[in-house]
C-alpha cells in the first residue's frame, strides 16, 4: 500500500513533481479519484464507494487480438493502476481463451479467428507487457511521491496477477459449459444486450460464437470472484453488458448474503478527441505501447501533439499528478501556450509510466535531433542511444562503408533516397542537409570531421525525413 510522501511542489521538469504530503487515510477515495479523473463512466452499486475503502480485488480483461496493447488500453490499466497504489490485489486477465472468438460489442462484423500459434504468441508478448506496465507504474508512483506504507515492517505490497482464461476453459467440454455456465444464463436477457442487439438489427446478423461471447466473459467474473475472492470487474463502457452478465452470474450461483459478498462493475469512458476521433491513433494508425511497433519517439510525439482542448482532460486522465499540479500546470500552460507545457509535461509523463525514466530522456534527445535544434548540445553516444531501436530511422554502418564514401552514395545505400542520383537532386534543389548543414557539393564525400563523437552522422531529406547513421569500427 501507498502513501503520500511530503515534498515540495515544482511545476516543470514533470517528471521531479511530486504531490503535497498527506496520510494514505487521507487520499481521495479511489472511486471518488476516477470520477475527479474523468475515469468513471458507470458503476453497478453507490454500495463501490463504500467497499473500496477496504482492500479488495479487481481485474479487467484483454483479449490478445494484436502482440502488443495500444493506447485504447491505457486507459482501463490506469484505472487498475490507481487501485493498485492504494493497496488493492489487482488482476490483469488475458483471454487467452476469449481471444480465440472476439468480443462482438463495438462492431458491425464478425472478426476473423486467429491461429493458435498467433494467438499464443499475442497472449505471450500482452503478459509481459502487463508485468512492465505494473513495474514501471510502481516505480512511477514512487517518484510522484508514493511510498510503499508497508516496507518498513517486512510486509509485501500486493503484486499485481496477470492471468490467463485459457487456464480454466481449456478443459471444460461442451456439456460442462452447458451445465456450469449456460444453465445460470437466460436467453431473453443475452439478447438485450446492446451488442447483440445491433448485430441482430443489420443484415449480417450474429453467429452462435459471438453470441455466446458475453457467458465467457461472464463466467471469467465467476471464476476470479470464486477463487481468487475478486469482487469487481472494470472495463471500458462498452463492457456494460458483459459485466452485469458476470455479476448476474455471480448472482444466480451465489445467492448475495451474508457469506456471499456483492460483485461490482466499474466502466470507464469512451475516450475521444475533441474533434470527435477515437483516442490512440495517429495518421489512421493504432499507438503501440511496444517500443518495437511504435517508437519511443513517435509515442512521445504522440502526446506531444495533443491540443491545448485536449491536453487539460489528458493530464489527470493517464497520469497520477494531483489536481494542485494539474491546476499549477495549465496555469503555467495558458500564461504561454506557445510553450506548450502542458503538452511536454503529459509526454514525459506517459513515456516515463510506459517506457522508463530512462526513455524520456531517449525521446528528449530524439525531439532536438530530429527538430533541428542545435546538435551540440547533444552527444553522439545520446543520439545512438535515443534512436537504436528505431529501425526506420537507424542504420549501423563499419566506418570503412561511410568515411571516403560520396554522401549520395551514402544515401542510397541507406534507402534516404532511391538512387545516388535522386540524392544528387535533392541536393540541388537544396533539400539534403547533413547534421542539420545544408548540402551544396553533390560530389561531396564524407570525412572523420563529419562523425560526430566519432560515432554517428545525421541525414535529412526534405523536411522530416531522418536517417540517423551509427558509424562503428
Known sequence: ?????????????????????????????????????????????PDLVDHVTRPTAIYCGVDPTARSLHLGNLLTLMGLLHFHVRGHQTIALVGGATGSIGDPSGRNSERVPLERDVLEANVAGIEAQIHRFFANGASYAKRRGYVDTDAHDGTAMQVPKVLNNYTWFHGMSALDFLGNVGRYARVNTMLAKESVKSRLDSTQGISFTEFAYQLLQAYDFYYLYKHHDCRIQLGGSDQWGNITAGIDMIGRRNPVDQASPKAYGITIPLLLTSTGEKFG????????????MTTIFDFYQFF???????????????????????????????????????????????????HGLDAVRRAQVATKVLFGEDLATVSGQDIVDAFKDDAHRFTALHRDDVIGKGIDQLAADIQATKSKSEAQKRIKAGGFYLNNARVTD????????????????????????????????
Open 1 to 45: 500500500m501507498f502513501r503520500l510522501r511530503s515534498t515540495a511542489v515544482r511545476v516543470l521538469p514533470a517528471r521531479c513533481l511530486r504531490v503535497q504530503a498527506r496520510a494514505l487515510s487521507t487520499l481521495p477515495n479511489v472511486v471518488s479519484d476516477l470520477g475527479f479523473r474523468g475515469l468513471l463512466a458507470n458503476t453497478t452499486s
Open 281 to 292: 491513433k495517429s495518421a489512421g494508425n493504432a499507438v503501440w505501447l511496444d517500443e518495437s
Open 304 to 354: 506531444m501533439k495533443t491540443t491545448d482542448a485536449d491536453v487539460e482532460r489528458y493530464l489527470p486522465m493517464f497520469t497520477l499528478l494531483q489536481e494542485s499540479d494539474i491546476h499549477a500546470i495549465m496555469l503555467k500552460h495558458k500564461q504561454q501556450p506557445e510553450l506548450r507545457v502542458a503538452q511536454q509535461t503529459l509526454a514525459a509523463e506517459m513515456t516515463e509510466l510506459v
Open 442 to 473: 553533390p560530389r561531396q564525400k564524407l570525412s572523420d570531421a563529419d562523425i560526430m563523437d566519432g560515432l554517428v552522422c545525421l541525414l535529412r531529406i526534405g523536411k522530416s525525413s531522418y536517417h540517423v547513421v551509427h558509424v562503428h569500427a
